[in-house]
């Protein structure tokens, strides 16, 4: 099982971005109504992700421009669908 | 035979896309964020041109001064204490702070000129011992903005303040900062001598009398700014701003002339649709299918047991899950 396999070869890594992601989606939950700090939220969640990612690859030495280029993709992708809906 | 092969190379892991479905490769990736820019902007833009074209597209909002007046009851009767009375003259100036916002292009209790609430409430020709304001901005109903003012303690406070026995509100479309919007502003008051509505007198007249009044309120036509009847159209993003948590003892006796504000304000228009209507069911769909991909992909890739370095798809899988959840709760309305 892909999940299962994959949760326990990166058990800490894994459990480090859930609480990074649950972090940030209680913390924008709770400044529901002020936009400047739910936009500050978003910002910092894109990077978390790409850094998480980035040091997540270089743990496991399987780094490569590719890899950094996916994560920094997917996490700006993330970021800027929840951006545009603030503004 | 075409149209198959290119949603294959899009989707399954295969030779031709190097084993990684295209749509998960990095250029992929960033044609789809210059897409979503492209949407985002052409939706904003949109709006912009409805102005011209007579309506569009543009912001729903279904806020309604009778209603503002029967759920802040309503949380007062919950709450043990007395109704607040619609009052006429207190919406008037809710009303011309509303203008006042959208003239000077601000948004804050307190004018670019100093201007404080309670100027409003004098100029208006109202009388008052204590007095606050609540406001909020891009809200589409009421209970949603009702529920974020109680949701605040200073906003609450205003709302659950025993000293008030009158109530005005005013909900005003128009154009602020760039961002076409309602405003709505509501103003708190207590006549000099009314005795504090802390006692439970919610009888069902006192309701009914109050929405009745409310909702000429919504039809009366007062300035040139744009006095929002039923369904017209604002709002992006919603903000709260309070004023007034401890009430300001004002003297009693101003003038009683009512304030003549003259303010351009955005046109109003017939009923139209959110943006944020169009732009969440677009977003979702985007994850959707980039998480349906990655998930189809890290399937694929396990039953052919090969080795390749990418990113992590069930890392991605939950980065994109959580940004889909907060988009599905994610709700328009500011308050202060």
Same mark, same amino acid.
Request: glycine share 6%; no cysteine; hydrophobic share 45%.
């Given at each position: ?8 070869? %990166? ?13 940030? !989606? ?10 400047? =700090? ?9 990077? +978390? ?39 | 035979?075409?149209?198959? =092969? ?5 989707? %399954?892991?295969?030779? +031709?896309?190097? %084993? ?23 939706? %904003? ?31 007062? *009767? ?6 607040? $009375?619609?009052?006429?003259?207190? +919406?008037? !100036? ?10 000077? $292009? ?37 209970? =949603?903005?009702?529920? !974020? ?36 502003? $509501?103003?708190?008051?207590?006549? /000099? ?8 007198? !919610? ?30 159209? /604002?709002? /992006? ?11 300001? $003892? ?20 017939? =009923? ?33 047991? *090969? ?30």
């Amino acid at each position: 099982m892909y999940v299962l396999k994959e949760l326990s070869s %990166h058990i800490y890594a894994y459990l480090v971005l859930l609480v990074v992601l649950g972090v940030h !989606a209680a913390a924008f939950l709770y400044w529901a109504d002020t936009r400047f =700090e739910q936009q500050l939220l978003i910002l910092l969640l894109t990077i +978390s992700y790409f850094i998480w990612g980035v040091l997540a690859h270089v743990k496991t030495a399987q780094i490569t421009r590719h890899v950094v280029l996916e994560y920094l993709g997917i996490a700006t992708l993330g970021g800027l669908l929840l951006l545009l809906l603030t503004f | 035979m075409q149209l198959f =092969e290119t949603i294959a190379h899009l989707f %399954h892991p295969r030779r +031709s896309n190097n %084993h990684r479905a295209r749509l998960l490769h990095p250029d992929s990736i960033f044609s789809l964020l210059l897409i979503v820019v492209g949407f985002g902007l052409a939706i %904003h833009n949109l709006n912009l041109v409805s102005k011209d074209l007579g309506s569009i597209l543009g912001y729903a909002s279904d806020i309604q001064v009778g209603q503002v007046v029967t759920l802040t009851n309503a949380e007062r *009767t919950k709450g043990g204490l007395g109704t607040v $009375q619609l009052n006429e003259t207190l +919406s008037s !100036a809710a009303r011309a702070k509303a203008a006042d916002m959208f003239e000077k $292009q601000y948004w804050a209790h307190v004018s670019t000129t100093g201007k404080q609430p309670w100027d409003f409430m004098k100029e208006a020709g109202y009388s008052f011992s204590a007095a606050g304001e609540n406001l909020a901005r891009d809200f589409s109903t009421t209970p =949603e903005m009702i529920s !974020a003012w109680m949701g605040s303690p200073t906003h609450r406070a205003n709302i659950m303040n025993g000293t008030y026995t009158e109530i005005g509100v005013a909900v005003v479309n128009g154009n602020l900062e760039g961002i076409d919007t309602t405003l709505v502003v $509501q103003m708190f008051g207590k006549p /000099p001598g009314a005795k504090p509505a802390v006692t439970a007198e !919610a009888s069902e007249t006192v309701v009914t009398q109050v929405a009745t009044k409310a909702r000429t309120t919504e039809t009366a036509t007062v300035a040139p700014a744009a006095v929002v009847p039923t369904k017209v159209r /604002p709002t /992006p993003t919603p903000t709260i701003l309070v004023f007034g948590e401890t009430p300001v $003892q004002v003297p009693a006796g101003s003038p009683s002339v009512l304030s003549d504000i003259s303010v351009t304000v955005g046109s109003l228009y017939p =009923e139209q649709i959110s943006p944020l209507d169009i732009m969440k069911p677009v977003f979702l769909s985007i994850l959707l299918m980039i998480i349906l991909t990655l998930a189809y992909d890290a399937h694929m890739f396990e039953r052919k047991n *090969t080795f390749r370095v990418v990113g992590r798809n069930l890392a991605h899988i939950l980065y994109l899950a959580v940004i889909a959840g907060i988009i599905v709760v994610f709700t328009s309305g500011v308050i202060k």
